[in-house]
């Protein structure tokens, strides 16, 4: 059974700063894993998908990562501002097109 | 596409009443997916549905809870009766593949008094 994990479960950064943000499974035979970000009281926006065949993806002002052999995934956020504060909560997509989530990480940037 | 539609967006009912939250997926997508969401246990997955067909109800947690997709655009989950400890956010998700990434609703927060 996949298991994911996220470290740190919380985080709190200056403005400004550059931050990465940790994804780990137990499973490697993903299809996909998958970027989520949780305002509070709100739904789950989709923030960056990345195909077991591929390396990272971008949008913007974030990177995904992933290492499918070290059980890995990584988001990083440059320049990080007020606004990026919510929960980023990260799932992987495997056999069953079961999507399971690690516990998310909650990102408090201060003006 | 207007998303994944969920109804009602909150739900306030007696212990023992029975609640029916709502589901409309994005057309076309074959996978549909009902989540529930607590403080203390994140996100779990309760059911999901393959072109209209139960595949995976183990997450269910007791026979008070019940899933149907009639037809591909339109799902219900449905508890009956509830209880205090169902009170939680409930989520919808569906997917093209489950290999292209799952869209979600915004959920219903369901509160059991």
Known sequence: KQEVTQIPAALSVPEGENLVLNCSFTDSAIYNLQWFRQDPGKGLTSLLLIQSSQREQTSGRLNASLDKSSGRSTLYIAASQPGDSATYLCASTNAGNMLTFGGGTRLMVKP | ?113
């Open chain 2, 1 to 113: 596409d207007a998303g994944v539609i969920q109804s009602p967006r909150h739900e306030v009912t007696e212990m023992g009443q029975e609640v029916t939250l709502r589901c409309k997926p994005i057309s076309g997508h074959d996978y549909l997916f009902w989540y529930r969401q607590t403080m203390m246990r994140g996100l779990e997955l309760l059911i999901y549905f393959n072109n209209n067909v139960p595949i995976d109800d183990s997450g269910m947690p007791e026979d008070r809870f019940s899933a149907k997709m009639p037809n591909a655009s339109f799902s219900t989950l449905k508890i009956q009766p509830s209880e205090p400890r169902d009170s939680a956010v409930y989520f919808c998700a569906s997917s093209l593949s489950g290999k292209d990434g799952y869209t979600f609703g915004s959920g219903t927060r369901l509160t059991v008094v």
